[in-house]
């Protein structure tokens, strides 16, 4: 699978922020930041096929699911579990300022990697996940895109809008 036209071709199928969000964190996480996961043809990189099918596999999943399940579906497959708190939340758009968000874990920014965050600048995804918290938001995804993109007046994040009544959904 040649990464770039598929990427091109998600992408290009989808306008929801939030889902764009998912299809970047599935492709980054599900195999695009290891070396060991390509090969090159003909002067083109290509996804190795096993790797592609998982990457295939979840990205079907994500637009299968109702828009709760896919956030909890994404912070699982990228931490292993979910916090208890983000489970059956509503979730929705926001354009914030960065000095309304604060970083749940400190150490975290302590470890970002230089390259990793330059490559998340400008990016057409939103730039995090986070939890209302009063009038601030705390971080709870996406340190390295927060730290790339912290200079900007505003930037949109995913923010959870309360729990769901789940007997309505």
Known sequence: MDIRKFSEEVFLQVSDPILKY?????????????????????????????????LEKNIETLLKLKRHKQMEFLLTQEYGYLLPQLKNQKWSIKYISPASVYLGADNHKKNLNQELQNDYQNLDVPVGVCLREGKRYRLVDGYHRFSANASKEKFFVIVNEGPLNLELT
Do not use: H, M, S
């Open 22 to 54: 998912g299809i970047a964190r599935l492709l980054q996480d599900g195999g695009l930041r290891k070396a060991n996961n390509f090969q090159v043809k003909k002067g083109k990189t290509y996804i190795k096929p096993e790797i592609a099918t998982i």
